[in-house]
Every structure is written in C-alpha cells, then in structure tokens.
C-alpha cells in the first residue's frame, strides 16, 4: 500500500464514489436529489486536500484535511453557482454550512476519513491517520484534529487506540432528523517532535 497527497484526474469519479458512500448521508440533505449531490462533490473534489490510499493502483481510502479554509470538496459559493441554480447553491450553502470547520493555526483539521468497504480491516485507516500526523509534522502543526459522529463507534475507537483524545462534543439537535446523526465528538492527537 501507499499514501500520497492528492489524486490523478483519472481517479476522481473512484474518490467521489469512495467520499459519497462515506458522507453522503450527511451531504445528501443539501441537494434536491443524491445524483445532483454526487456530481457536486465529484466536481469539487480538491486534490491538494487529500491523502490518498492506494493498493494496486487501485484508491481503497483517503484522507481529507483543511488548508485555507476549505476542505476536500470546495462547496463555496462560487462553486456552487458552477453547477446549480442561484436557488439550489443557497439551498446547498445554508444546509451544508452546519457541517463546516475550518482550519486553525498549528492543528491540520482532518476532514473525512474513508475506507473502501472491502478494504476494511487491513491497516488502511491506521496507515491514513499515520500519515495525517507526519503530514501535520511536516507543515509545523503540534495538532491533528478530527470529529466523529456518535454514531460511528467503530472509528472512534480507532481514533483512541492512536491517541486521539476527545476535546469536545456537539449536539445536532432537531436538525438531526435532517443530516442523520445527533451528535459528534472532537478529538485531538499531540504530534510534536
């Protein structure tokens, strides 16, 4: 297996599949409808705010993070008017605009992790978080830090076993009906040196 930063062309529609299966559920309320929110995500994919995971020429996970104040899939408004109606990209910003972090100094903020399903299991996500925190080493951060939805168990345990620690937790609310989680924790791991 190897991590790299960022995609070829050739592997954006595998890396919007792979984003879209993971975070969908979160995204989809954005959109009128799944197929008009995959095709924005594949648009605005950021290559130089991935890591991407690959065996056998093959993307099996990545690895988003903030840079500049945007994430892997650049949704601001200018983006948005590239593919949507004036009221389907306000549409799209307020709904997703509860969803949004931003990057913060000396903390490279993570922004997704996904595994391919039949991938799982093999050291992808660990191999994902290793890099992150070189990553963060290489740009002088002291911090990754990342939030995960409660209802994800299964990666907040993984996010533990390497030291990530919860910092905070967020509540949804009533809007929870609408991006189908309730709530989330923040969690930093210490990377200097």
Known sequence: MSI??????????????????????????????????????RAALRSDRLLVARQADRVVGVCGFYDAGTGVADLGWARLRESLSVPAALRARLVLSVL???????????DGICVDRAARGRG?????????????????????????????????????????????HGALGPLSLLYGFDGYTTMQLEVRG
């Not at 529609?13 to 924005?40: I, N, S």
């Open 100 to 110: 949004s972090r931003s990057d913060r100094p000396d903390v490279l903020v993570l």
């Open 4 to 41: 790299e930063e960022g995609f070829v062309e050739g592997e954006r529609e595998d890396v919007a599949a792979l984003y879209w299966e993971a975070f969908g559920r979160k995204l989809r309320p954005g959109f009128v409808d799944e197929a008009t929110g995959r095709m924005v995500v």
């Open 124 to 168: 992808i996500g660990t191999a994902l978080l290793s890099a992150a925190a070189d990553r963060a080493r290489k740009i002088g951060a002291s911090t990754v830090q990342l939030s995960v939805i409660d209802s994800n168990p299964r990666a907040r345990a993984l996010y533990e076993r390497h030291g990530f620690a919860r910092v905070g």
